[in-house]
């Protein structure tokens, strides 16, 4: 019998032991004893299915080995189940198990734990290693690095810089970027099937330039990848609306990067067809598709693995869509030697394995269905297809106004959906957990906030959340401090929840932003909360991440709650809003209050949010189960949708307001009224000190007298007075109408 010298490495690292020198330590070990070396390199610790670890086992079961001496005993094995498994085998054998630097007894019960022990962490070691390396593949996805593969045809491979990191990224190979425009060219076309472009090719001598056969398979793979389209904003509606989580904005594809699909291959047609949660980055390199072409390309695709799934879809495109009043289960089309030659009926008519159906009691010819289901498409979209013939610019209001209509259809259908599928049941107190998954997900990759689902308190609209929020936060006495001109609820829910108000004027000078001397001149020992509203209603303001920072820093020093109001996150028009509590320390002390009626033009949905502390989440919890139980099921349903694919809707319906908002400050300046430039939310704050009037004056005259509303700003706060609130939640259109009636009015004064 003989020693066994066990020795492993799975990668050739400058920071890892050696075999050569795993070996120099087992060797002492052996007391000058016969030894037999079995040495695995390459191969991992996560399981045993490597070669020389076999061949060792097999000799231990011949009776060959008397111990087993490794240098550390996650060369050996790094899986708690396999190690187990090992050391039955060692007992069974009797054969001793030494590391050499741990310095195990196998023949007591202590070493024998001490063993499992740290097999333990070699374990949770490995785990963490992968999970390290899990993420550090996903963050390079994330930014479009090249993670390997075989390089797709049509383009070869060259090195780049990302990021001051060197990777690789494609170019295109003139003579094959060709072909491939050639190959979706002819697909788009509905006439040719994947065979015709193999005979087009074949009898145009067009060979493939690396080798190998043009096949359908190859093709349709071709088809397929995203590596090839010249991305645009159609582009990224297609993703979305497939499933995939697009990292980069819309406003990233403008048409010139291609696309790399993450978390999958592009090999399999069920890979390819199921984009669900797979991650789409725009590429470094240039496409050679148009984006017309590829879409047209991957819809054909994605139905012709549809009809492998149905039956004869061929005889109608209504099959599979239409189902039977009476049972539910699907129409089919069946043949008749009629003059109408297809006919619909129920698929249990010809079942002969379930209960018959007597169907609908008459006959529903196909061509009769289909053209009046063709007719109630085009009547629902008639308003909208003008629009396909005009050139989509971001400068064109009109289209951006009907885009975002469309949107505001979308979560209408996903509403009605909703109920019915008799989504009209209560959901929890905090609201539906894939709701708060999604919110926190969101607020997570759009203002990098830390908040969990059971951080989140879903509302009825923001307001009832500000409600709450006093209620659970104040005793009697306490202090909130209020920057005016603000939202007319915060004042009364002070009051409500027993708090004290304290108000801080505001200026135009410091564009009604919240300074950090104001805030130092109204803190007292009786401070509890400051009222933190920007993006700002009425006044438009917003506030920098360093003005946040001042602001913070005051807060922690003298450990002051803020209730940060951001209903107007997504319309801000200088930069990314910036939450402050993103501010480190500041999430612990913070209550974000959001919701749906602003960011995503759901107002009527009556949803929004509260994210903070869990303790103080949980209280607010208690609250809203007593005076309301939880918001409205149809409501939280359509605002998943909103989350999950109304990201491209937002940054539209911002560029719009963003539009109204350039164009009325313009206006309002020409006619001789000094206007505050607002970068947030979707008002202006005109000053008419200058008239002589308060401003319920002039707003009550211009209704009047031009049938024009607007808000006086003293409803805002006692410093708001001399100013107007006007919103441009409105077309174009209709703003030019008021500003004429407006200019007429000043014109009399």
Not at 458 to 487: H, K, N, Q, Y
Not at 557 to 583: N, R, T
Not at 646 to 667: C, H, I, S, T, W
Not at 685 to 700: D, R, V, Y
Request: hydrophobic share 35%; glycine share 6%.
């Amino acid at each position: 019998m003989y020693d066994a010298l066990y020795t492993r490495q799975s990668v050739e690292k400058i920071d890892s032991i050696s075999i050569e020198s795993q070996l120099e330590y087992c060797k002492y070990e052996t007391r000058g004893n016969p030894y037999k070396e079995y040495i695995d390199r390459g191969y991992s610790g996560k399981n045993t299915n490597r070669p020389a670890f076999e061949e060792m086992l097999e000799d231990i079961k011949q009776g060959k080995i008397s111990r087993v001496i490794v240098y550390k005993l996650d060369r050996i094995s790094r899986s708690i189940l396999d190690f187990a498994n090992m050391m039955d085998i060692f007992q069974k054998h009797n054969v001793e198990f030494v590391s050499s630097t741990e310095r195990f007894d196998t023949s007591t019960p202590i070493g024998r734990a001490m063993l499992n022990i740290c097999i333990v962490f070699a374990q949770l070691e490995r785990e963490t290693i992968q999970k390290r390396v899990t993420d550090a593949y996903y963050s390079r996805c994330k930014r479009g690095f090249y993670m390997g593969g075989r390089i797709p045809y049509g383009f070869a491979k060259t090195e780049t810089v990302i990021d001051g990191i060197k990777t690789s990224m494609y170019v295109p190979v003139p003579e094959e970027a060709e072909q491939m425009r050639l190959m979706y060219s002819l697909y788009s076309n509905p006439e040719n099937s994947l065979g015709d472009i193999i005979n087009y090719f074949n009898e145009h001598g067009i060979e493939h330039l690396r080798g190998g056969m043009w096949s359908t398979a190859r093709i349709s793979d071709m088809l397929r990848n995203p590596v090839y389209v010249k991305a645009d904003a159609d582009v990224y509606d297609f993703f979305k609306a497939q499933g995939a989580n697009v990292i980069n904005p819309v406003s990233d594809f403008t048409g010139y990067n291609a696309c790399y699909l993450y978390k999958g291959t592009v090999s399999t047609t069920r890979k390819q067809c199921d984009l669900t949660d797979k991650e789409i980055v725009l590429a470094p390199h240039e496409g050679i598709v148009s984006s017309r072409d590829w879409i047209k390309c991957r819809i054909r695709c994605l139905n012709n693995r549809q009809s492998t799934r149905t039956c004869k879809p061929k005889n109608s495109w209504l099959v599979g869509k239409v189902k039977c009043g009476k049972c539910g289960y699907g129409l089919t089309i069946a043949k008749a030697n009629t003059k109408w030659h297809r006919y619909f009926i129920c698929a249990t008519a010809l079942s002969t394995k379930k209960a018959k159906c007597t169907g609908t009691g008459g006959t529903i010819y196909a061509d009769v269905l289909e053209e009046y289901m063709l007719n109630a498409i085009r009547e629902r979209l008639a308003e909208f297809t003008t629009l396909s013939k005009q050139e989509e610019t971001h400068a064109s209001p009109k289209i951006n106004e009907n885009k975002i209509r469309l949107a505001e259809i979308d979560k209408a259908i996903e509403g009605i959906y909703s109920l019915e599928k008799g989504r009209t049941y209560y959901t929890s107190n905090a609201g539906l957990l894939p709701l708060r998954r999604e919110i926190s997900r969101y607020l997570h990759d759009r203002f990098d906030l830390p908040y969990g689902p059971d951080e989140i308190l879903v509302t009825v609209g923001g307001s009832e959340a500000i409600d709450i929020c006093m209620r659970a936060m104040l005793d009697p006495g306490d202090e909130v401090i209020l920057p005016e001109p603000c939202f007319v609820s915060y004042l009364p829910c002070v009051r409500m929840a027993g708090g004290t108000p304290v108000r801080i004027s505001l200026e135009e000078k410091d564009e009604f932003k919240l300074t950090g001397k104001k805030l130092k001149e109204a803190i007292t020992d009786k401070t509890k909360i400051l009222v933190m509203p920007f993006p700002n209603n009425p006044t438009g303001a917003i506030m920098t991440a360093e003005e946040l920072q001042v602001i913070s820093d005051i807060c922690k020093e003298h450990d002051i709650f803020v209730m940060s109001d951001e209903i107007y996150s997504e319309l801000s028009y200088k930069g990314k809003h910036v939450s402050i509590a993103a501010i480190p320390g500041m999430a612990e002390r913070t209550i974000v209050i959001n919701g749906f009626s602003k960011s995503f033009a759901m107002t009527g949905w009556r949803l929004g949010y509260a994210a903070g502390p869990k303790e103080i989440i949980k209280q607010m919890v208690k609250i809203h189960q007593y005076i309301i139980m939880s918001s409205p099921t149809t409501s939280q349903y359509a605002a998943i949708e909103a989350l999950k694919n109304g990201m491209p809707d937002v940054e539209r319906m911002r560029e719009a307001y963003n539009q109204r908002r350039r164009f009325l400050v313009k206006a309002l300046r020409d006619m001789g009224l000094p206007c505050f430039e607002p970068y947030g939310a979707f008002y202006v704050f005109p000053n008419i000190s200058k008239f002589g009037m308060t401003s319920e004056e002039f707003a009550t005259r211009l209704l009047h007298e031009k049938r024009v509303a607007v808000v006086p700003g003293d409803a805002f706060g006692k410093c708001g007075e001399g100013f107007l609130r006007i919103s441009y939640a409105y077309s174009i259109e209709d703003l030019k109408k008021a500003l004429e009636k407006i200019k007429e009015f000043i014109d009399t004064l």
